[in-house]
């Protein structure tokens, strides 16, 4: 690799063997690796300055070009008054409805799933395996076909277009990859300890939640991150099992943008995507490494 | 005539059958037979719980070693028949706060009826079982199945209900209906393979067929070889290798909604990647993916490979640590060059990763539906149309179900085909666990 | 009185048989030792015995009541385990007072109970700590503690000690066979570890793929194996098997196979019954019972051995050598000057020497 041969034939070679910063294999390395990491940036960075421009300026510029005057406006606009169908209250209705949305999903399909898990990996019945490989399957189903008889069943319990309806819905396809997720998290924990539990007398629940959930702290945060990004980026369920009144931010922003009438308003436009990107960002660039261990952990143990 | 443990056998199997029949009748599938078959399965169970009743020399409720779980079986018995109180309109006049969830009592209605009498059966029965004679040395069939483990049994319910409830009777459901002639409503007039002639001789169907194709391919060829490259770049020991993945990672955070609509935004031809370049100089320089009918997959292939690339590099880098780093060692000593110990030594090393990865982006490709509804709305015209479109499409817009079933079933065939050789090679050798 | 009994206990993990119709009973305050190879299914016995496997067949009785259909913490058992297996997020007191707060004991009875453990076990400076901050040896008394305060009649031990290192082991060795002198308790002691069985136990059972060999006092079980396993397994270094006939020439004498000057006369031996007829056998001889030099002459039989190798191991030295072709053990002094190459006298006495059945490994 880095090669000193030639200078150091006079010396007495000693020490750390001297290394080229600038070697072949550096700059190809590196060269590529940053011209990548631009590639992948450019999207975001055209969010943000065509969101901070006016119109006028976006009619004459070039949308790589950073704007020169700096507006807030587009953002306001977006937040605000945008307009999808005869609604004018911007996405702060979608974003609402997503916090709505999200957080009792979130809440709701992890403590089924984490619970389907620990029963899974230490209370095993006859035929949960079963149960399991079939929940395991439905991982890979395409919901397409599960979504019409859904929507019966949520119209015969009368939730249909409401938000418990699409908080069940996010539970059921959240279960497969979460339980999963969960169970082999819960055999990783020694059976010694759940053994030591069950001599002092605690009971399936009293080991769950004394025993099993103080430990799993970690894989709990990691679910949460997967699960709110997951149910955050949803459209598909959103737009089928909500209405106009009960729209997640998804759907509301690409009808704001994807609707027909009106002048078209880049800046808006974008301002939308980036405040409905901005959630998904956020808990990605703050968890970082969980994020991570979250998306490989729930793909590579499958 | 029978011993105890068979009688018990045949108890549970038939009440168990006669909740299946009960779920398949009441999710649509309706028939008289499924009636006669339940009450039947039911009539049996009863026999049964008598016949063990005679057996049994005195029961004694108090002295039952059951109890507590007799009395957990009458509790679910009363709780059920609430529900199914509910239901009826006397009931629901008196207390007007129930009726908001009418619509639920009476969708649990029947179940709840059968379930009460269900649970009644199961605590008659443990009475029976726990006053009998201990010494034997094992539990009975119907005291593993109704007291062991019990609540690990209920805490699974969830799971249960779903697997089967959902996945499998759902899928059933949809299924059967993609051979009925079902527009507005769901109709169980059968009309055999109408729908999927009609599907096959679609064009919008073919396109959307064709446009998946495309888009499968060549993003499981990208996506699998930038993703392997990145990983390979990123493990060589390479500084600022954490701002390099945060960097390739992010699209993934964001949902594909967004990724449609910024790039839908980028390859704008009026103001975007075209006009930068014609304001170069060259006037006459076309890119607009978008708008041209026969590129356009591809620049849905462009967003997503931005989205998901990063993921599969993500799933490569994992795989590349998992790899025993004694091998690169080894590799240096015999001198053999880097590519080559990737391509000889580590890529073979790695088949399961890769395997898993095929899998996750082969069941991503066929639900791709939200980028393009962002970035296309399956435009120009249809040329741009997915499957997945496809029966949303038909299902809520076009309100024709029928060809939204026969779509979405020909969907969970191509699934299955790829799904059941890999289920075969990876878990038929080592078993499950 | 019987503390622990086990009748026809069988159980199997899918189709595997691990145990199989296996009998048992524990005296009431008895120390028990089960000790056997690796995968005997030991571990599987005593989970059986506290409840958290459920059996195929068979019944379970502790105190003579038959606890088998009873969950673990209704058994009266307390158990301690290889791994210690403390909840990591509880502090020692916490650990210890678990069991007691889930049998809803009030709040002065576990402040006593968990005084009075810890005051045994010698812990008491460290209730408040996480078990993260304990050494191996204190978290093994935190996890015998946790055992001790719930005040059972069956303690259940699976290889408590094997994580820790030899001199904390011999430490905590010691200190359990305190406990067990104190408390009069009954206790199931699993280990693979011999010297740990024969110091601690008041009979040890030998098991092998799922079932008891022998069930004695570690000193018969010494000197009166029942079968060819039990002796090997039993003594370090193992027992020498020679291969040979016993002939019936008026008095019974052993002919080694493969030829040997001497044919020991084993008329003093106590057959569990009279050879007639012409059989093969083992002959079993302990290294530590074959004796040296002048002491030698006095053996019943002795004979001239070469030596091949030598391990010095310490106060004793073990000699490795043949007999016709048969590998031959034995220990002399450090201080006898030996080389290889170098031939020694030595002898036994057959009376302490063991006799196998060839085919059926039994003893006879
Ligand atoms: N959960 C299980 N499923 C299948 N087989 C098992 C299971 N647990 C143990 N076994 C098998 O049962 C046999 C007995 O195991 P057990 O743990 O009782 O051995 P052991 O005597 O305690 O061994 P060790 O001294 O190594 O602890 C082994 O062959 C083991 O492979
Ligand atoms: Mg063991």
Redesign the interface.
């Known amino acids: 690799m880095t090669n000193s041969q030639n200078n150091s034939s006079v010396v007495d070679p000693r020490g750390p063997k001297p290394r080229k910063i600038m070697s072949r294999r550096n700059i190809i390395?590196?060269g590529?690796?940053l011209v990548?990491?631009i590639?992948?940036?450019?999207?975001?960075y055209?969010?943000i300055v065509?969101s901070l421009k006016g119109m006028p300026e976006?009619?004459l510029g070039?949308?790589?070009s950073p704007p020169v005057e700096v507006t807030f406006e587009p953002w306001i606009k977006a937040w605000a008054q945008a307009c999808t169908g005869l609604n004018c209250d911007g996405l702060s209705r979608g974003f609402w409805n997503s916090v709505k949305i999200t957080i009792p999903s979130v809440f709701v399909s992890i403590a089924?799933a984490s619970?389907?898990g620990?029963?899974?990996a230490n209370?095993?019945?006859k035929g949960?395996?079963l149960?399991?490989?079939?929940?395991i399957?439905?991982?890979?189903?395409?919901?397409?076909?599960?979504?019409?008889?859904?929507v019966?069943?949520l119209?015969?319990?009368?939730?249909y277009t409401k938000l418990p309806g699409l908080i069940l819905i996010h539970?059921?396809f959240g279960?497969p990859i979460l339980?999963l997720l969960f169970r082999n998290y819960f055999t990783t924990i020694?059976e010694?300890?759940f053994?030591?539990?069950?001599?002092?007398?605690?009971?399936?629940?009293?080991i769950y939640f004394?025993?099993m959930m103080?430990?799993s702290l970690p894989i709990f945060v990691v679910a949460i991150i997967m699960q709110v990004?997951g149910i955050?980026?949803?459209?598909?369920f959103g737009?089928?099992y909500t209405k106009p009144d009960t729209y997640p931010m998804?759907v509301q922003?690409?009808n704001i943008?994807?609707s027909v009438q009106g002048v078209k308003e880049?800046n808006v436009?974008?301002a939308a995507?980036l405040l409905?990107?901005l959630v998904?960002?956020t808990?990605?660039?703050v968890s970082?490494k969980l994020?991570?261990k979250g998306?490989?952990a729930g793909?590579?143990k499958? | 005539m029978f011993n105890k443990v068979q009688l018990e056998r045949f108890f549970v199997g038939s009440v168990m059958l006669a909740f299946v029949s009960l779920v398949l009748s009441i999710v649509g599938i309706k028939s008289q037979l499924f009636q006669n078959i339940q009450y039947l399965l039911l009539f049996i169970s009863s026999v049964i719980v008598l016949l063990i009743g005679i057996q049994s020399k005195s029961i004694n409720f108090f002295s039952n070693r059951l109890q507590k779980q007799i009395l957990g079986w009458l509790i679910s018995a009363i709780c059920s028949a609430a529900i199914w109180a509910f239901a009826q309109k006397g009931i629901q006049s008196i207390f007007p706060a129930i009726m908001g969830y009418r619509k639920a009592w009476n969708t649990l209605e029947p179940f709840a009826l059968y379930a009460t009498v269900v649970f009644i059966m199961f605590a008659l029965m443990l009475i029976i079982i726990g006053a009998r004679d201990t010494k034997i040395d094992r539990p009975g069939y119907i005291e593993r199945f109704l007291v062991y483990n019990l609540s690990s049994k209920i805490a699974a319910m969830p799971m249960i209900f779903t697997s089967i409830g959902i996945f499998i009777i759902a899928t059933l459901w949809t299924i059967y209906h993609s051979f009925t002639n079902s527009r507005m409503l769901p109709k169980s007039d059968f009309i055999g393979l109408g729908q999927y002639e009609r599907l096959w001789s679609s064009d919008r169907w073919y396109m959307s067929i064709e446009n998946l194709a495309i888009y499968g391919v060549c993003s499981l060829i990208f996506s699998l070889f930038i993703g392997f490259m990145l990983a390979a770049l990123l493990d060589q020991k390479t500084r600022f290798e954490n701002t390099f993945r945060t960097i390739f990672l992010y699209p993934f955070a964001l949902s594909f909604i967004v990724t449609g609509l910024v790039w839908q935004w980028i390859l704008n031809p009026d103001y975007g990647v075209e006009k930068i370049i014609r304001s170069l100089g060259f006037d006459s320089f076309v890119f607009n993916p978008l708008y041209n009918a026969d590129i356009v997959i591809y620049g849905i292939l462009a967003a997503g490979l931005w989205q998901g690339t990063g993921f599969i590099m993500c799933l490569m880098l994992a795989g590349l640590r998992g790899v025993d780093q004694e091998i690169w060692k080894a590799t240096r000593i015999d001198g053999i060059p880097m590519w080559k110990t990737y391509i000889q030594v580590v890529i073979p090393m790695m088949r399961p990763v890769f395997v898993t990865t095929l899998v996750i982006i082969a069941a991503g490709i066929i639900k791709v539906y939200d980028l393009v509804v962002a970035q296309t709305s399956g435009g120009p015209g249809i040329s741009s149309e997915v499957p997945a479109k496809y029966v949303y499409d038909y299902m809520f817009s076009a309100q024709n179900l029928g060809q939204g079933f026969a779509a979405s079933t020909m969907m969970l065939v191509s699934v299955l085909i790829v799904l059941i050789p890999f289920a075969y090679l990876e878990f038929g050798r080592r078993k499950y666990d | 009185m019987n503390s622990i009994e086990i009748n026809n206990l069988s159980l199997n993990f899918g189709d595997v048989k691990v145990l199989k119709d296996l009998n048992l009973s524990v005296n009431k305050g008895e120390f028990l030792v089960l000790l056997g190879a690796s995968g005997c299914g030991k571990s599987t016995l005593l989970n059986c015995i506290a409840g958290l496997l459920e059996i195929n067949d068979g019944q379970i009785y502790i105190n003579n009541q038959n606890v088998t259909w009873f969950e673990p913490s209704e058994r009266g058992i307390g158990m301690v385990f290889q791994s210690y297996a403390l909840y990591p997020q509880m502090s020692v007191k916490g650990n210890l007072s678990f069991s007691l707060k889930n049998a809803k004991l009030s709040k002065d009875e576990i402040e006593k109970r968990v005084k009075h453990a810890s005051e045994i076990l010698q812990i008491e400076s460290l209730l408040d700590r996480k078990p993260a901050a304990l050494s191996g040896g204190q978290r093994q008394r935190v996890a015998i503690g946790r055992a001790l305060v719930r005040d059972v009649e069956v303690f259940l031990f699976d290889e408590p000690l094997s994580n820790l290192d030899a001199k904390l082991r011999t430490e905590l060795r010691v200190e359990i066979k305190r406990l067990h002198q104190k408390l009069d308790n009954t206790m199931i002691y699993v280990t693979h570890d011999q010297i740990e069985a024969m110091t601690l136990a008041d009979r040890i059972a030998i098991m092998r793929d799922g079932l008891i060999q022998q069930l004695d006092t570690p000193k018969i079980i010494y000197s009166n194996p029942v079968n060819k396993y039990v002796a090997g397994f039993i003594g370090s270094p193992g027992m020498n098997f020679l291969k040979g006939k016993i002939l019936q020439d008026g008095k019974p004498i052993f002919k080694l196979e493969g030829g040997w000057c001497e044919s020991p006369d084993l008329s003093n031996y106590k057959f569990q019954e009279t050879i007639k007829v012409e059989k093969e056998v083992w002959l079993g001889i302990r290294p530590e019972s074959v004796v040296v030099g002048g002491e030698a002459e006095n053996m019943p039989v002795n004979f001239n051995l070469e030596i091949e190798v030598f391990e010095p191991m310490g106060a004793d030295t073990l000699v490795w050598s043949q007999i016709g072709g048969q590998e031959f053990r034995f220990m002399v002094d450090v201080n006898t000057s030996i080389n290889v190459g170098g031939t020694l006298t030595v002898g036994f006495d057959p009376a302490h020497a063991s006799i196998f059945d060839l085919e059926s490994e039994e003893r006879l």
Do not use: C, H
């Open positions: 390395l590196y590529t690796l990548v990491a590639y992948y940036l450019i999207p975001l055209v969010m065509t976006i009619r070039n949308i790589f089924i619970i389907n620990y029963a899974l209370w095993r019945f949960a395996n149960f399991f490989t079939i929940l399957f439905g991982a890979f189903i395409p919901y397409q076909i599960m979504i019409y008889p859904l019966i069943l119209r015969d319990l009368g939730i539970s059921i279960m339980t020694p010694e300890l053994k030591a539990a069950r001599v002092d007398g605690a009971k399936f629940w009293g004394r025993v103080p430990m990004t955050w980026n949803d459209f598909l737009v089928i998804t922003l690409n943008v994807n880049y436009n974008m995507t409905t990107g998904p960002l808990v990605y660039f970082g994020f991570v998306i490989t793909a590579v499958g």
